[in-house]
């Protein structure tokens, strides 16, 4: 996302935006391509947190998953409109296995459940390596000490307090950035790389 105005962008802003530069300024996590083409379109850098370089790359790393899913939805789309003769066929799974992907000429048929099946396995794939693992979370307290410890604990960003009824109160809270553990099922660099690839 690279909007004018960062503020305006969180508050829905559609009048003349009047903020100052610090309020405008983004902050995010990027992969080189979508950092040039911000930096071509006028955007200036002001400060770099942190930057990662790899080495090496592969194309591979999933590449038996997505053609799997990709070949599933190719197949349960049909054939593209105006692909009415047997030759027109031909051309059409000769085409699509130039993009390494195998049609069976015997699969392809319209099938709108199967197709909805793998466009989710390929669309979701990607959302969960990029996925926010610092979900809001409700916590239900009865006492005052549970109440105070829970206003006390530097792990905890209390995002809201209220009463569903007199005799508890409802905590909203994330947790704090420092204390956030890592899981091995996420991978903000692939979902930043994927995202980048994909739209471009």
């Known amino acids: 996302m690279f909007p004018l105005c960062r503020t305006c962008a969180e508050t829905l802003n559609q009048k003349t935006c009047s903020h100052t530069e610090e309020e405008r300024s983004i902050t995010g996590t990027w992969v080189t391509e979508e950092v040039k083409k911000a930096r071509e379109k006028g955007y200036k850098i002001v400060k770099i947190y942190e930057v990662y370089h ?3 790359s592969s194309n591979d790393l999933f590449r038996s998953y997505i053609d799997l899913f990709l070949k599933i939805k190719q197949e349960a789309s049909g054939y593209p409109k105006g692909c009415l003769t047997d030759h027109q066929k031909s051309e059409y799974i000769i085409y699509s296995e130039k993009e390494n992907i195998s049609l069976d000429k015997n699969s392809i ?69 420092d204390f956030v553990t890592q899981d091995s099922s996420t991978n903000i660099f692939i979902a930043a790389f994927t995202t980048c690839h994909v739209l471009a």
């Open 54 to 56: 790899f080495q090496s």
């Open 109 to 177: 048929n319209v099938n709108l459940g199967r197709r909805s099946v793998a466009k989710l396995a390929l669309n979701s794939f990607w959302g969960r390596w990029g996925m926010n693992l610092n979900k809001n979370k409700l916590t239900f307290v009865s006492t005052v000490h549970d109440f105070n410890k829970m206003l006390m604990d530097k792990t905890k960003d209390i995002k809201d307090v209220f009463l569903p009824i007199p005799e508890i109160a409802a905590f909203q809270w994330t947790q704090s950035n």
